[in-house]
Nanobody, 120 residues
Framework: QVQLVESGGGLVQPGGSLRLSCAAS????????MSWYRQAPGKERELVAV????????NYADSVKGRFTISRDNAKNTVYLQMNSLKPEDTAVYYC?????????????WGQGTQVTVSS
């Protein structure tokens, strides 16, 4: 079965750092684009960062650009999100996503999420 398990969330003060991890299993991780999304209370789920299957290309939401870094280790089937200079507005549940788009069939998997709270 496909599994995406996020970890590393928690409570941190503004300006602090956290590193989220997403451990994947049950599919060919190295062929999937991996992304981090987040959803704050009362808001829509938004894309935070994305990394291509080989890790050669990354993209970030403007709100986190320069502060967050997405990376992946295909040998470990794991994607990471390093979050620095955290702000209260970064508070959300962070979700790991794996996507593989095909002409005939596409795949889209989600983790259960990990809570990140930035507060003084």
């Amino acid at each position: 079965q496909v599994q995406l398990v996020e970890s590393g969330g928690g409570l941190v003060q503004p300006g602090g750092s956290l590193r989220l991890s997403c451990a994947a299993s049950g599919f060919t991780f190295s062929t999937y684009t991996m992304s981090w999304y987040r959803q704050a209370p009362g808001k829509e789920r938004e894309l935070v960062a994305v990394i291509t299957s080989a890790g050669s290309t990354t993209n970030y939401a403007d709100s986190v650009k320069g502060r967050f870094t997405i990376s992946r280790d295909n040998a470990k089937n794991t994607v990471y999100l390093q979050m620095n200079s955290l702000k209260p507005e970064d508070t959300a549940v962070y979700y790991c996503n794996a996507a593989r788009i095909g002409i005939i069939k596409s795949y889209d998997y989600w983790g259960q999420g990990t809570q990140v709270t930035v507060s003084s």
